[in-house]
């Protein structure tokens, strides 16, 4: 039977802990632990209510290696999620190398200190997960995760050479309060605060954040939305893996409301993660932002509306031109009916669950530390179909492609 064990009880956390319980054929033994044990006890209520499974619960501390470790040990997991903050990366890599156990993660590293965030310090593990015999799988949520695994698999089946990629994350929902982010504040507002990257011609090209976007019209009547370049971590990985990328671009959707507030918390130096004396009290100004702002965990009771998150690509195919669309649409209030959580959590959720159990399935069980886009796409993709991400793909014109036109306006 296997053994599982899944750190972090957040918005993600739940989602991922929900999903797990219900593919018992998979995933036999279930522990959840995280810094807060009551919010893990919550989640396990919810999921024992919904699914009739019993998790185990328990805290720790996910900095701590040894701590980490001897936790691992004593559930006698073989496989950890961590879907705690990226922060926790590194050392959740340790503790996994020290008792011998698989790893998997939805986001990559990030030092507390700069907001700077790159595949560089978890690629340095491959050596040391080979020589383990361990595996390592990175970035098994939506974006990065499927985002990967799609162009993975248009790869396989539709392109000889892949030559550009944007993709388009629209999140078309709405929460009903005045500001509030879809996930982890103090991650949310590093990743959209940081400048932009994207890929060019052999190299990334640097411009200011939020500085490009244009109107994008999502199919199936998901809606017309602004959406901003900007940088994610998926385009590192992929354009070092599909070395006949010429462009990639990411593209993420913010309603003027999110902008405006953005912006003045940005002029007023809360978006701040250097160190501020109040009252004697060292504090971080983002952190405490975090501190005040809604739950992410808790928008899905007031969510409605569908995320939209797809693959533009173009290429060659038998020495033609091609292009392709592929993506997923999520409906927010269909996700808080099925596990009490809004689209976000759910679609990073349920791939690091079809990631996990990939990797217990041993299909993408290689000792070593791999992107999603390194293993063979066809399981994963079958599964989204069945785990409640159904996907779908449309041939555009290339034009269309090239100016992310992929429904009528
Ligand atoms: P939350 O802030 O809701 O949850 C994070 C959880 O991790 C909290 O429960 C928190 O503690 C716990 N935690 C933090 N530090 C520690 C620690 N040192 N030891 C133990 N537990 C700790 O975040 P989300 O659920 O929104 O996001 C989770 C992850 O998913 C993030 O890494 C985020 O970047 C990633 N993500 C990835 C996406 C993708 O598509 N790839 C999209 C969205 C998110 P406590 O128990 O005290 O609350």
Not at 127 to 155: I, Q, Y
Not at 179 to 203: Q, Y
Not at 281 to 310: S, Y
Request: glycine residues 8%; charged residues 20%.
């Amino acid at each position: 039977m296997n053994k599982v064990l899944i750190i972090g009880a957040g918005g993600v956390g739940s989602v991922v802990a929900h999903k797990c319980a219900m593919v018992p054929e998979v995933f036999g033994e279930i522990t959840l632990a995280s810094r807060t044990v009551s919010k893990c006890e919550a989640i396990a209520a919810e999921v024992l209510q919904r699914t009739g499974r019993t998790i185990a619960t328990c805290k720790v501390d996910a900095d701590n290696v040894a701590e980490t470790a001897t936790l691992i040990r004593k559930t006698g997991a073989t496989l950890l999620i961590n879907v705690a903050l990226p922060y926790q990366d590194l050392t959740l890599m340790d503790a996994c190398l020290e008792a011998g156990c698989d790893y998997l993660d939805t986001a990559n590293y990030e030092p507390l200190d700069v907001a700077k965030f790159e595949y560089s310090w978890q690629w340095a593990y491959h050596e040391k997960f080979l020589a383990a015999g361990r595996s390592a799988l990175l970035g098994s949520g939506f974006d990065p995760g499927v985002t990967n695994v799609f162009t993975a698999w248009a790869l396989k089946h539709h392109f000889d050479e892949i030559h550009t990629l944007d993709i388009v994350d629209v999140n078309g929902g709405n929460h009903g309060k005045a500001f509030a982010t879809n996930f982890n504040p103090e991650i949310n507002i590093r990743e959209v605060t940081a400048p932009c990257r994207h890929f060019e011609n052999g190299d990334f090209v640097e411009t200011p954040p939020m500085s490009h976007h244009q109107s994008f019209t999502c199919p199936d009547g998901v809606g017309t939305y602004e959406i901003y370049r900007m940088y994610h971590e998926e385009l590192e990985s992929l354009v070092k893996h599909i070395p006949t990328l010429k462009r990639a671009q990411f593209w993420m959707s913010f309603s003027p409301n999110y902008l405006k507030h953005l912006e003045v918390l940005q002029n007023v130096g809360m978006t701040r993660i250097d160190p501020v004396s109040y009252n004697g009290v060292e504090i971080i100004p983002l952190q405490f932002l975090k501190a005040v702002l809604p739950n992410p965990g808790d928008l899905g009771q007031t969510t409605k509306g569908k995320t939209c998150i797809g693959n533009i690509i173009t290429g060659i195919k038998d020495g033609k031109n091609k292009a392709l669309y592929v993506y997923n649409i999520c409906d927010h209030e269909a996700c808080f009916a099925e596990v009490g959580s809004q689209a976000i959590s759910y679609t990073t959720g349920v791939p690091a669950m079809i990631g996990a159990k990939q990797m217990l399935a041993g299909t993408w069980r290689k000792p070593g530390v791999w992107n999603m886009e390194q293993h063979d796409p066809d399981a994963f993709m079958a599964d989204l179909n069945t785990h409640g991400l159904p996907w779908n793909f449309i041939e555009l014109p290339v034009e269309n492609a090239l100016t992310l036109k992929v429904a009528d306006q």
